[in-house]
Nanobody, 116 residues
Framework: QVHVVESGGGLVQPGGSLRLSCAAS????????MGWFRQAPGKQRELVAT???????HYADSVKGRFTISRDPAKNTMYLQMNSLKPEDTAVYYC??????????WGQGTQVTVSS
């Protein structure tokens, strides 16, 4: 079993940056895949980025070149560095951890608002 807790959301102006953190309750190398989804008001939850325990990353087309997913094994923490933020990036961002590819454990979400 694994639990994850997000942090780092907030209000930022267009073009600005934020870094989200996702702290896991166990060694992240024992987690098959971790990632980020987001959900904007009135929209479906959408995949943002994923990172496997082998280091493979995947990004949604809408964030490629602007967002970077990474990890710090010493802290059992995954990060999402978000640069060049746009108003359309406004959403609640959810971290998840999937131990074996069959079941995601979700965090509580963190709000990101991009507005001038």
């Amino acid at each position: 079993q694994v639990h994850v807790v997000e942090s780092g959301g907030g209000l930022v102006q267009p073009g600005g940056s934020l870094r989200l953190s996702c702290a896991a309750s166990r060694n992240i190398f024992t987690i098959y895949v971790m990632g980020w989804f987001r959900q904007a008001p009135g929209k479906q939850r959408e995949l943002v980025a994923t990172l496997t325990n082998g280091g493979t990353t995947h990004y949604a087309d809408s964030v490629k070149g602007r967002f970077t997913i990474s990890r710090d094994p010493a802290k059992n923490t995954m990060y999402l560095q978000m640069n060049s933020l746009k108003p359309e990036d406004t959403a609640v961002y959810y971290c998840y951890a999937d131990l074996d590819g069959s079941s995601r454990q979700w965090g509580q979400g963190t709000q990101v608002t991009v507005s001038s």
